[in-house]
C-alpha cells in the first residue's frame, strides 16, 4: 500500500514539473511567448532565448508555464561541435528585462597550426572541428612527423609537430679529365682545372667544397686519383670523383756506338730528351752527333758512327797533316832527342793510364822521338815518315835536342808548351778551362752583338 502511494506522488510530481520547466525557449503549443500571454492574461519580463546551434532549457521561480518571467534561469547547452563564445552556461531574467549575460555558440576550433620552415600546408576546413590539415616542403627537404593532423573535438590536434628537414644530399660534378703527355724533356706534365660548383636542391648554400688528392699543377707519370667533397648548411654532403693520367713517351732506348761516349739529358729516351754522342781518340764522327727523341716516338737525324780516323800520312807537307785535324781533335805534339829519354817516359806512361780522359777531350796524341834522318814519328799505330816529322819539329818550331811538349786547339792554335812533364790532370784542366774561355767569350760576344743592334 505505501508502495502504491510513492509511485502516483512521483508521477504527479513529473507532471507539474513539465508545467513549470521547458526543454527549449519555446512553448510546447509552439506559440512565443508574447502570444500566450495574451491568451492567458500573463506578463512575459525578458525576451525569449534563441540561441543558433545550441538547445536553452529554462525554469520559473514560481509555477508560471513560460520561462522568461523575472527570476527565471535558462541554461544553454551547444550541440556538438560547438562552445560557448561569450558570456556564461546560465542567465538570468533580471529586473531590468534583460539577461544577466550574452550568449551565443560558435564552432569549436583548433589553435592555428604552425607553418613549418621551408613549407607549409594545406587544410580542409580551416581550424574548425574535423578539419583535416596535410603538410608539404619545399624542394630539396623531406617531412619530418605526421604528414596529416585532424582538429578534435577537445580542441587539439591529433598528432605532434612536423617539420621540414634538408636531407637531400648538394650535388657536385667533377672535371672530365683522362690523360695529360709529359711536356718535353721533362718526366711530369702540368695538369689544371677549375674548382667545380656544388649545387644545394634546399636553400643553395653550401659551407665547404674540400679536394681530397693533388692540387693542380705538374703531375708526375702514373694514376692519379682525386675527389671533391661539398656540404651543405645542414651537414649533407655529396661526393665525385675523377682521375688523370700521366703518360710519357718514350723512343726505344739508344745505345753508343762502337769506339764512341754517350751522353743524354733529362730521362735518356723520354720526348725531348737529348742524346750526344763523342767519339774516342782515332775515331770521328758519323751521322748526327746529336738526336733528340720527338713526339712521334722516333730519334731525330741519322744514325751515328764512329769511324776510324783516316790519317794520311803519306801527305807532302806538315801543315797537309795538321789541316786533317782541323775542328775535329786537339794535338798533344811530344818531341824528346831518344826514345830513353826519362821526361819521356814518364810522360806517355802517365798518358798511357789517362786515354779515356784525353778521347773524352778529343785529343790525338803525336810523337816525334830521335834526330833526323833517325827520327820516328807516331800517331798511335801509325808512323810518319821521318821528313814529314822533321817539318813537323821545323813548322812548330820544336827543338830536337831535349823534351818539349806541345797542346794545339781544335782550331790549329799554339796554346801550352811545356820543357817538362806534366800530369794528366793538369793537362785536362789546361783543356777544360780553354772550354769555358770559349763559352765565356762566345757570351760576350753575343751580348755586344744585341747591344749594338
Known amino acids: 500500500m505505501d508502495t502504491w502511494l510513492v509511485v502516483s506522488l512521483f508521477v504527479y510530481v513529473q507532471f507539474c514539473f513539465s508545467l513549470d520547466y521547458e526543454g527549449s525557449a519555446y512553448y510546447v503549443y509552439g506559440d512565443d511567448e508574447d502570444t500566450y500571454a495574451r491568451r492567458n492574461g500573463g506578463t512575459p519580463w525578458c525576451a ?8 536553452v532549457s529554462c ?41 544577466s549575460g550574452n550568449y551565443a555558440c560558435r564552432e569549436i576550433r583548433c589553435p592555428k597550426l604552425q607553418m613549418p620552415a621551408n613549407g607549409g600546408y594545406k587544410c580542409s576546413d580551416g581550424s574548425y572541428l574535423n578539419s583535416r590539415c596535410e603538410f608539404f616542403c619545399s624542394p630539396g627537404y623531406n617531412l619530418k612527423g605526421p604528414n596529416t593532423v585532424t582538429c578534435q573535438y577537445h580542441k587539439t590536434w591529433t598528432s605532434g609537430k612536423s617539420v621540414c628537414v ?16 709529359a711536356e718535353p724533356g721533362r718526366l711530369t706534365a702540368r695538369v689544371t682545372w677549375d674548382t667545380p660548383e656544388g649545387k644545394d636542391t634546399a636553400d643553395g648554400i653550401l659551407t665547404d667544397v674540400i679536394l681530397k688528392g693533388k692540387p693542380p699543377g705538374h703531375f708526375p707519370e702514373g694514376l692519379h686519383k682525386m675527389s671533391y667533397t661539398v656540404y651543405d648548411r645542414a651537414g ?11 703518360r710519357v713517351l718514350r723512343c726505344s732506348p739508344m745505345t753508343p756506338p762502337d769506339n764512341s761516349f754517350m751522353k743524354c739529358d733529362s730521362d735518356g729516351n723520354n720526348y725531348g730528351a737529348t742524346c750526344e754522342f763523342k767519339c774516342t781518340g782515332g775515331y770521328e764522327l758519323q751521322g748526327s752527333s746529336a738526336r733528340v727523341c720527338q713526339y712521334g716516338l722516333n730519334w731525330s737525324g741519322t744514325e751515328t758512327n764512329c769511324a776510324a780516323m783516316n790519317i794520311n800520312v803519306g801527305v807532302r807537307t806538315a801543315s797537309g797533316l795538321l789541316d786533317q785535324f782541323y775542328e775535329k781533335r786537339r794535338l798533344l805534339i811530344i818531341s824528346a832527342p831518344t826514345a830513353a829519354n826519362h821526361y819521356y817516359r814518364f810522360q806517355m806512361t802517365d798518358l798511357q793510364h789517362a786515354q779515356c780522359g784525353l778521347d773524352l777531350r778529343h785529343v790525338t796524341v803525336i810523337e816525334l822521338v830521335g834526330i833526323y834522318p833517325a827520327q820516328i814519328g807516331r800517331i798511335r799505330h801509325r808512323l810518319i815518315p821521318p821528313g814529314l816529322a822533321l817539318q813537323l819539329r ?13 797542346m794545339i786547339d781544335k782550331q790549329g792554335m799554339d796554346r801550352e808548351r811545356y820543357t817538362y812533364p806534366i800530369t794528366s790532370a793538369q793537362i785536362f784542366t789546361t783543356i777544360d778551362t780553354w772550354q769555358g774561355l770559349y763559352i765565356h767569350l762566345s757570351q760576350i760576344h753575343l751580348n755586344s752583338v744585341f747591344h749594338n743592334s
Open 166 to 181: 634538408d636531407v637531400d644530399v648538394p650535388v657536385i660534378k667533377c672535371p672530365n679529365l683522362k690523360e695529360k703527355i
Open 59 to 99: 525554469r520559473s521561480p514560481g509555477r508560471e508555464y513560460y520561462g522568461n518571467v523575472m527570476g527565471s534561469r535558462c541554461k544553454i547547452r551547444c550541440k556538438r561541435g560547438y562552445e560557448m563564445q561569450q558570456g556564461h552556461a546560465e542567465v538570468v531574467c533580471m529586473a531590468s528585462k534583460h539577461w
Open 394 to 406: 821545323l813548322l812548330l818550331q820544336i827543338s830536337h835536342n831535349n823534351f818539349n811538349m806541345v
Open 48 to 55: 525569449p532565448i534563441k540561441v543558433k546551434h545550441g538547445d
Open 236 to 246: 649533407n654532403k655529396g661526393s665525385c670523383r675523377f682521375s688523370v693520367r700521366v
